[in-house]
């Protein structure tokens, strides 16, 4: 089992930035595959970025690269997005997600994903 509590949203104008957090506690899995979705309202939730906490960098999804940044605390238990030049369409409520592991066509695929935290709203103003 694994628990995840997401932190950092917030209200921002165009072009600002915010540092989402997850912190993931398991007793179960040595790693985790770890990702953020977002679903806006009305809207499908979809894939943002996704880091496995063993090997390997992070995935973005093509809207938020150049953007967006992912990494990992030094223990592996805390990712953080890291979210520059903020436009309105990033607006949602975004969620921290995780898998024990994935196949590579899967880690940016919500239904994929076994654990999910609460969610934490971001809000980007014009």
């Known amino acids: 089992q694994v628990q995840l509590v997401e932190s950092g949203g917030g209200s921002v104008q165009a072009g600002g930035s915010l540092r989402l957090s997850c912190a993931a506690s398991?007793?179960?899995?040595?790693?985790?595959?770890m990702g953020w979705f977002r679903e806006a309202p009305g809207k499908e939730r979809e894939g943002v970025a996704t880091?496995?906490?063993?090997?390997?960098?992070?995935r973005y999804a093509d809207s938020v690269k150049g953007r967006f940044t992912l990494s990992r605390s030094n223990a592996k238990t805390t990712v953080y997005l890291q979210m520059n030049s903020l436009k309105p369409e990033d607006t949602a409520m975004y969620y921290c997600?995780?898998?024990?592991?994935?196949?590579?066509?899967?880690?940016?695929?919500?239904?994929?994903?076994?654990?999910w935290g609460q969610g934490t709203q971001v809000t980007v103003s014009s």
């Open positions: 880091i496995y906490t063993g090997e390997g960098g992070p």
């Open positions: 398991t007793y179960t899995y040595s790693s985790l595959r």
């Open positions: 997600a995780a898998a024990p592991f994935l196949p590579s066509g899967s880690i940016l695929r919500p239904d994929a994903y076994n654990y």
